[in-house]
């Protein structure tokens, strides 16, 4: 999936190729913090990312490694780290709209906000697109 992950960036940057949703801003979706429960403590919240929740494994090795995981805004990670959001922006890419809908209850607050805005662009975009109703395996 990570290599699928790849093509899909690479499709995107290289060619210019459209499809119901950019993967870069999938992939910025994925590196936003999430609530976890029970509750972290105050200085762990920044380890549990949207991505874990598609890779669960994700947040254990960030966790036992103390990863500063990247953000949205700068969506740079560590080069083992980096296969697993390929795969995460493939999987989400592959499901379609209804996955951005499903992982919008990961969040809260202000970052339910920001996630739920940019997923609903996305969203919306996906409407709009010729293979809206076809999912692209690529």
């Known amino acids: 999936m990570a290599i699928r992950g790849e093509k ?3 499709n995107e940057i290289e060619r210019g190729a459209r499809t119901w ?3 870069t ?3 910025r979706l994925l590196l936003m913090r999430r609530i976890i429960f029970p509750m972290p403590s105050e200085h762990e919240l920044y380890l549990f990312r949207v ?3 598609i890779i ?4 254990r090795v960030v966790a036992a490694e103390r990863v500063d995981l990247s953000t949205p805004a700068r969506p ?3 080069l083992h780290l980096r296969a697993s959001l390929l795969t995460g922006a493939a999987i989400v890419k592959r499901a379609g709209p209804e996955m951005l809908r499903m992982l919008r209850r990961y969040m809260l607050d202000d970052n339910m906000t920001r996630f739920s805005d ?3 662009k996305l969203i919306a975009q996906a409407g709009k697109h010729p293979c809206a ?3 692209q395996l690529i």
């Open 8 to 10: 899909l960036l690479d």
């Open 21 to 23: 949703a950019s993967p």
């Open 25 to 27: 801003e999938i992939a």
């Open 51 to 53: 991505l874990g929740v």
């Open 56 to 59: 669960p494994d994700l947040d």
């Open 76 to 78: 740079i990670l560590p």
């Open 118 to 120: 940019a997923a609903e």
């Open 133 to 135: 109703s076809q999912r």
